[in-house]
T-cell receptor, first 113, second 115 residues
């Protein structure tokens, strides 16, 4: 069965701290795609990154970085030097061969000033 | 480009009423999707479409219907609304080529309450 687990329901840190959001997935497909989306308090969904199952290189984009490890079926997301504007719910999602996105329950990130 | 637009933004329905949630995209995307997001949860796929005239069920299709007569529009119909359909509904679209790879672009959502 396809499944995405985001075990951290809510994380609260003080501004400028680093924070890592965990994502663990389950799939039997050999080809799959992983995504992270951000949902700020305004409610819209903002695409952050995608990663395919053949590319295990870590990705860095400014203060954001992603660590994809097939051996542990994880695709973790780290924010360095967090800012109040990073406060949002972050979703990890898995796209299977049927083109359907399987979503985790999300992690609510609170950045305190 | 307006991207993906949804109307209405908010709606309150009485049990048993029907309504149509509108979704339009101007990016010429082949793939379109309808999701629902219950409080504190991730998104669940209701229906999706890979092109005009083609639709298919997702994870939670019961109580909903869709049609796709044009590339741009993908309306979601609720028949006989029930309190269990209280949710936020998101429409999304993606480019058709290599669809599994391409990210989905989301509309702003419709918050529906059924009382």
């Amino acid at each position: 069965a396809q499944k995405v687990t985001q075990a951290q329901t809510e994380i609260s840190v003080v501004e400028k701290e680093d924070v890592t959001l965990d994502c663990v997935y389950e799939t039997r497909d050999t080809t799959y795609y992983l995504f992270w989306y951000k949902q700020p308090p305004s409610g819209e969904l903002v695409f952050l990154i995608r990663r395919n199952s053949f590319d295990e290189q870590n990705e860095i984009s400014g203060r954001y970085s992603w660590n994809f490890q097939k051996s542990t079926s994880s695709f973790n997301f780290t924010i360095t030097a967090s800012q109040v504007v990073d406060s949002a719910v972050y979703f990890c999602a898995l796209r299977d061969s049927n083109y359907q996105l399987i979503w985790g329950a999300g992690t609510k990130l609170i950045i305190k000033p | 480009n307006a991207g993906v637009t949804q109307t209405p933004k908010f709606r309150i329905l009485k049990i048993g009423q029907s309504m149509t949630l509108q979704c339009t995209q101007d990016m010429n995307h082949n793939y379109m999707y309808w999701y629902r997001q219950d409080p504190g949860m991730g998104l669940k796929l209701i229906y999706y479409s890979v092109g005009a005239g083609i639709t298919d069920k997702g994870e939670v299709p019961n109580g909903y219907n869709v049609s796709r007569s044009t590339t741009e529009d993908f309306p979601l119909r609720l028949e006989l609304a029930a309190p269990s359909q209280t949710s936020v509904y998101f429409c999304a679209s993606s480019y058709g080529g290599g669809a599994a790879y391409n990210e989905q672009f989301f509309g702003p959502g419709t918050r529906l309450t059924v009382l």
